[in-house]
């Protein structure tokens, strides 16, 4: 089973609108972190935003937050008012566990296009 | 500036040509890690680094080999490469402070292709 879920392949979304990019997740370890990167056509990947599963409150970064339901496993990525220059690939990731591997494990990723 | 460098950026090489790509990260890491990137895959780990002399294998480790002799370094070696192991690669390192929440730092990526 995928241990990261990303069910949009592309997006296409008028300039100015909010975005939601889904994730959702699948792990038993009580302790783990969910990450958001960006990786536009020049092909570097740019953190975004970070929660934590023990964080109470939703992560926020500038026009990024991230909607966690822990329940339904569930960290989705808003993009307020978005722009021209969010066109990218976005991509979920999730490290489990709070003494091991530090590893990601990445979701396929979502191509988003911001139309003007 | 605190950076993940990775050499060299493009390489077009011939099925087994033993070819090495090297990473080093200026932060004091301990963790470091190699992903390969494929069209409709994502990201997926090869081989990681907790700190020098400790290596163990990701989700794709076949065909790679990788050493950490020095905190800073972690090259990443194809003894034989075949057409398979065209694809977009990525070092990363983080520091290793479990329960806290870290990003991995990326390189630029190393775009291989192997004829």
């Known amino acids: 089973a995928q241990k990261i879920t990303q069910t949009q392949p592309g997006m296409f979304v008028q300039e100015k609108e909010a975005v939601t990019l889904d994730c959702t997740y699948d792990?038993?370890?009580?302790?783990?972190?969910l990450f958001w990167y960006k990786q536009p056509s020049s092909g570097e990947m740019i953190f975004l935003i970070y929660?934590?599963?023990?964080?109470?409150q939703n992560a926020t970064e500038g026009r990024y937050s991230l909607n966690f339901q822990k329940a339904r496993k569930s960290a989705n990525l808003v993009i307020s008012a978005s722009q021209l220059g969010d066109s990218a690939m976005y991509f979920c990731?999730?490290?489990?566990?709070?003494?091991?591997?530090?590893?990601?494990?990445f979701g396929k990723g979502t191509h988003l296009i911001i139309q003007p | 500036e605190a950076q993940v460098t990775q050499n060299p950026r493009y390489l077009i090489t011939v099925t087994g040509k033993k070819l090495t790509v090297t990473c080093s990260q200026n932060?004091?890491?301990?963790?470091m890690s190699w992903y390969r990137q494929d069209p409709g895959l994502g990201l997926r780990q090869i081989y990681y680094?907790?700190?020098?002399?400790?290596?163990d294998k990701g989700d794709v480790p076949e065909g790679y080999k990788v050493s950490r002799k020095e905190k800073r370094n972690f090259p990443l070696i194809l003894e034989s490469p075949s057409p398979n192991q065209t694809s977009l690669y990525f070092c990363?390192?983080?520091?290793?402070?479990?329960?806290?929440?870290?990003?991995?730092?990326f390189g630029p990526g190393t775009r291989l292709t192997v004829t």
């Open positions: 929660q934590g599963s023990y964080d109470q």
């Open positions: 990363a390192s983080s520091p290793h402070r479990p329960g806290q929440g870290y990003e991995q730092y």
């Open positions: 990731a999730m490290r489990e566990g709070g003494g091991g591997a530090d590893g990601l494990t």
């Open positions: 792990t038993s370890d009580p302790s783990y972190g």
């Open positions: 680094s907790m700190n020098v002399e400790v290596t």
């Open positions: 932060m004091n890491h301990e963790y």
